[in-house]
């Protein structure tokens, strides 16, 4: 196995294993994510000094707002997704918070001006619907309804970070 794909594959079970440790964390979604943010900044700042890695400060201050406003885009996302975990089942927090492309063809018309075809709305529409079926399938009664919490706790997340990326 070639050293990318080794890497690949470790960073999807460090992503994929987020939701049990957030299940078990005895701390709110956004101490978490504050947690995760602090470790992060501090790794990368590591990484940084030991690469001998330099920022330019007029590139800092140029682009402040905007580093800003991806910053607390990205904390929110994290934020929302945590509680989404906390409120529905795994799979049903993962799954919705996969659906971003959909929601993206939706608001693309709008946000984008990108013409609207009939092919790309049926096809969100088929994935929303299926979405909808697993997680009617998948809905287990001690859950309630705190799915519903999760669900839009990860729709929110998804507009956040659409938002974020313009």
């Given at each position: 196995?070639?050293k990318?794909?080794?890497?690949a594959?470790?960073?999807?079970?460090?992503?994929?294993s987020?939701?049990?440790?957030?299940?078990?964390?005895?701390?709110?979604?956004?101490?978490?994510a504050?947690?995760?943010?602090?470790?992060?900044?501090?790794?990368?700042?590591?990484?940084?000094?030991?690469?001998q890695?330099?920022?330019?400060?007029?590139?800092?201050?140029r682009n402040?707002?905007?580093?800003?406003?991806?910053?607390v885009?990205?904390?929110?996302?994290w934020v929302?997704?945590?509680?989404?975990y906390?409120h529905?089942?795994?799979?049903?927090a993962?799954?919705?918070?996969?659906?971003?492309?959909?929601?993206?063809?939706?608001?693309?018309?709008?946000?984008?001006?990108e013409?609207?075809?009939?092919?790309k709305?049926?096809c969100?529409?088929?994935a929303?619907?299926?979405?909808?079926?697993?997680?009617?399938?998948a809905?287990?009664?001690?859950?309630?309804?705190g799915?519903?919490?999760?669900?839009?706790s990860?729709?929110?997340?998804?507009?956040?970070?659409m938002?974020s990326?313009?």
């Open positions: 196995m070639r990318a794909e080794t890497k594959i470790v960073a999807m079970v460090i992503f994929g987020i939701g049990l440790f957030v299940r078990w964390i005895p701390l709110s979604s956004s101490e978490i504050f947690y995760r943010a602090v470790l992060g900044s501090l790794f990368l700042l590591i990484t940084g000094l030991l690469q890695t330099t920022v330019s400060a007029s590139d800092l201050k402040f707002r905007p580093l800003l406003f991806t910053g885009a990205l904390g929110l996302n929302f997704l945590f509680e989404a906390k529905t089942t795994m799979a049903n993962t799954i919705s918070y996969y659906m971003a492309p959909v929601l993206v063809m939706f608001v693309a018309p709008i946000i984008l001006q013409k609207r075809t009939v092919r709305t049926v969100a529409g088929v929303l619907l299926g979405l909808m079926i697993m997680m009617q399938s809905a287990q009664p001690s859950v309630g309804t799915t519903l919490t999760g669900l839009l990860c729709r929110v997340t998804k507009l956040v970070r938002y990326n313009q």
